[in-house]
């Protein structure tokens, strides 16, 4: 890691902070010289074990974005400890699977949790972003969505590729509505990552359901994804508003 620091002066909000690739973005963007607030739902001990890493740089919050009051409950209490936020990093997320022939009761239930931590959360912590953007002369949001998204999903997390997909309208409208207001929007939509997560689903269904249709044969990195966060934040890029950057390895059609 070089010692430049293109990203010195800057407070950014990570949600899904304390582990995968939440964790590794806060790595990389301290390292950049950013200070990240750090939010977590439940998982204190890696929230802090993080902080520790980081030798006590930035923030850490809790923030439960399951509930319809997290997201705006977390905006109020970031912005008290930090002052002013320059970005918004939507990492956080949750995938589950529900099948066709689930009770209705459970079908609706699935797909509401999904939407609520994965979409409105994001949604919600735009919305109060793009309001202390718009007085503050600009800033950035990078949400993160999924190859599942622009692809649908094969197996039984559709509700996830649909939040996935309402993450990157999302980012586009706030992109066009936004951009003269100083605003840089941009999803990033990972396939495999080895994260948790991925390693839950290898276990159930095996690698080659992961990474059998990956033309390099190999899940991404977090580190990966935490160096494009970091690139994709640095002033010198603003034509990038309103992208989805791919990183999936070349699978993104099969």
Same mark, same amino acid.
Request: aromatic letters at 6%; hydrophobic letters at 45%.
């Given at each position: 890691?070089?010692? %430049? ?17 939440? #964790? ?7 390292? $950049?010289?950013?200070?990240? %607030?750090?939010? @977590? ?6 929230? $802090? ?23 705006? #409950? ?78 649908? @999903? ?5 509700? @996830? ?13 706030? #992109? ?41 044969? $190999? ?7 935490? $160096? ?23 699978? @993104?059609?099969?």
């Amino acid at each position: 890691m070089s010692h %430049v620091t293109p990203l010195a002066g800057q407070t950014v909000l990570i949600t899904g902070a304390s582990g995968g690739i939440g #964790a590794a973005i806060a790595e990389r963007l301290s390292a $950049e010289g950013a200070r990240p %607030v750090i939010q @977590y739902g439940r998982d204190r001990e890696g929230a $802090e074990a993080l902080h520790r890493r980081l030798g006590g740089d930035g923030l850490i919050v809790q923030a439960d974005l399951s509930g319809p009051d997290g997201a705006f #409950a977390l905006w109020r209490d970031a912005l008290a400890a930090a002052g002013r936020i320059h970005a918004v990093v939507n990492n956080a997320g949750i995938r589950n699977e529900i099948s066709i022939d689930a009770d209705p009761s459970d079908w609706r239930a699935a797909w509401q949790k999904e939407f609520q931590v994965n979409f409105f959360a994001a949604a919600d912590l735009c919305k109060e972003a793009l309001v202390h953007f718009r007085q503050h002369g600009g800033g950035r949001i990078v949400n993160m969505a999924s190859r599942a998204g622009q692809r649908g @999903y094969a197996a039984d997390a559709r509700p @996830y590729g649909a939040t996935k997909a309402a993450l990157i309208n999302l980012t586009k409208s706030i #992109a066009r509505s936004f951009g003269r207001d100083g605003v840089v929007a941009v999803s990033i939509a990972p396939g495999w990552v080895r994260t948790d997560m991925a390693e839950d689903f290898v276990a159930k269904h095996g690698k080659d359901a992961a990474v059998g249709d990956i033309p390099i044969g $190999e899940m991404a990195e977090t580190a990966e994804i935490a $160096e494009l966060v970091a690139f994709l934040l640095r002033p010198s890029q603003v034509s990038v508003n309103g992208a989805t950057f791919d990183v999936n390895g070349g699978s @993104y059609i099969r």
